[in-house]
Antibody
């Protein structure tokens, strides 16, 4: 069974940093592009970033460029999102996804003083 | 960026009704479109990919159609478990963009 489990969310002050992790199992992680998608409370979905199979190609939405970094460790079957200079508008549930096909349950990030 | 305009934003329907949701892209995306179902407090689940291909395990009452800039998700006979929010997503270009969502409520 394919599983994606996010962790690392929590409450952080504006300007702070947080690192999200996504542990995967049930498939060959190194074969797939991986994505992060977020959803602010009561709002729609926003694609954040993705990364190719070997980590050499990455794309970001403009709103997070220069602040967020997506990465992966194929030996650990894990995906990461390093989030720096966090703003209140980054408050959202962050979902990890295998190529936008299968999604984790999400982890909540709250940016507030 | 490609803008995805989804309509309606909400609708009320009864069990057994036929429901149609539309997504319009601001520029042509060929068939690079997916549809997702999301229930409150849960992650989205993919229903349709490549505009009209049914994701594994999804009931055949869900049908996707369209290409270019106009796309439709049709639920042929609404079931109780179908009350949810539906999202379209284009993956023709970066950044990937979602429609605003359609909430399907019980009439």
């Amino acid at each position: 069974e394919v599983q994606l489990v996010e962790s690392g969310g929590g409450l952080v002050q504006p300007g702070g940093s947080l690192r999200l992790s996504c542990a995967t199992s049930g498939f060959t992680f190194s074969d797939y592009w991986m994505d992060w998608v977020r959803q602010a409370p009561g709002k729609g979905l926003e694609w954040v970033a993705n990364i190719n199979q070997d980590g050499s190609v990455k794309y970001y939405v403009d709103a997070v460029k220069g602040r967020f970094t997506i990465s992966r460790d194929n030996a650990k079957n894990s995906l990461y999102l390093q989030m720096n200079s966090l703003r209140s508008e980054d408050t959202a549930v962050y979902y990890c996804s295998r190529a936008l096909e299968v999604w984790g349950q999400g982890t909540l990030v709250t940016v507030s003083s | 960026d490609i803008q995805m305009t989804q309509s309606p934003s909400s609708l009320s329907a009864s069990v057994g009704d036929r429901v149609t949701i539309t997504c319009r892209a601001s520029q042509g995306i060929t068939n690079q479109l997916g549809w997702y179902q999301q229930k409150p407090g849960k992650a989205p689940k993919r229903l349709i990919y490549l505009a009209s291909s049914l994701h594994s395990g999804v009931p055949s009452r869900f049908r996707g159609s369209g290409s270019g800039t106009e796309f439709t998700l049709t639920i042929s006979s609404l079931q109780p478990e179908d009350f949810a929010t539906y999202h379209c997503l284009q993956y023709k270009s970066y950044p990937r963009t979602f429609g605003g969502g359609t909430k399907v409520e019980i009439k």
